[in-house]
């Protein structure tokens, strides 16, 4: 990677760096790794149906700091949580420690497959929004894996890895897990949307031929309860969906096999909530692939029409709709310059997206929170956002090398 890309997590990495050195000595021999946030623009709940999803990386970032051991004991600790865990390989199954649950959990994975045989001392820090939801944790379990991968000489190869990632967060997370995000997380490219398809696999990158547009997180800080229950719940509705369309369509595996005309003349052989998650999830389908051909027409209003119909969909159809959200969004798509809104889902936090050009940013985020303000008696938090790459390896000469310039 060129040195000049990391300018901007310069105090991250001095931050990580420092740290590292005041506990374990010098860092020779240490790597460091850069994981951005992840957001998922289009096909957000369809990826358990085999959908096919649009996303970005986002410009900040998880990072760790590690270097190999001689021995078999392992030091973390989460800068961002001050938070620190000690004890060897063979000491795995002990621990039960909430706050690195899944990094232990990838672990005891990659030591019961003989995969993990020395230790390692390590630091993780985190600026990541957590409104982001599951883009903010598959940002931190990817950057942990792959810092393993590459200090430990793990012998697995980088599908692999996703796959115990994957593992991990089903055991913990659920079925909410989206493997898109850490597929963007290791594929993506810098100025790029990225397509993945849940079914085949395959992936693709589609140039943004508009730089000059942002992406906007407007977070209202208030939380979301038991927001994986609900998540889990409209699963359940569209897995009750499929089995009754196999009725009339035999040997369909899941509602990425349901056309939307046949929905639509079946409409009345579903109870109307298990139509309208099953109604969401094919319309969705639909609107990503529609997104993806606006992306490489250049057609960008298009494109974001598409987004903030998605909102409205997901919102409604699905009932994921919150007052406050929905609120932002209604105020964001009237607003000059911004290209397409939307809520993010399987987000702990109320909080909305917005693509927005460079130079509408500031006076719309001065608007909204006006806006919001005047309606609800509180500012919510703005993060803006330009498209990044993947996830990024640094060397201890590389970090020396970007430290000095």
Known sequence: MKMQESNGERPLITSLKTKFE???????GSHLILTPGSLILLGDHTHYNDGILLSVALNKYSAIIIRKRNDQLINMLNLTEEHSIEFAINEIDDQSDYKFRLQLCLLKMLRDQELLKHGFDCILQSEVPECLGLGAIAS??????TALKKVLNLEINTHELLGYVRQCELQILGKISNIAHHYTLKFEKENKFF????RTLDHKTITNN????????????????????TC????????????????????????RDIEQDFLMRHYHMLPR????????????RIRTEEAIKYLKKNMIKEFGDCITRSHQSISYDYDLNHHKSDFIVEKAKVFPGVIGSKMISCSPWISTFHIVNNESTLTFIKQIKKSFKEEFNCEPEAHIFKIAGATKELSAKQIEMLLSE
């Open 140 to 145: 931190r379990e990817i950057c942990f894996a």
């Open 273 to 284: 909530r298990i139509f309208n998650r099953v109604l969401y999830n094919v319309s969705e």
């Open 210 to 229: 508009y730089e000059d547009i942002n992406l906007v997180l407007i977070d209202t800080k208030e939380k979301i309860p038991l927001v994986s229950d």
């Open 232 to 255: 889990n719940e409209r699963i359940e509705e569209c897995e009750v969906g499929v089995k009754g369309l196999r009725l009339y369509i035999w040997g369909i595996k899941n509602l």
């Open 22 to 28: 005041e506990i374990y000595g010098q860092s020779t």
């Open 195 to 198: 397509a993945f398809d849940l």
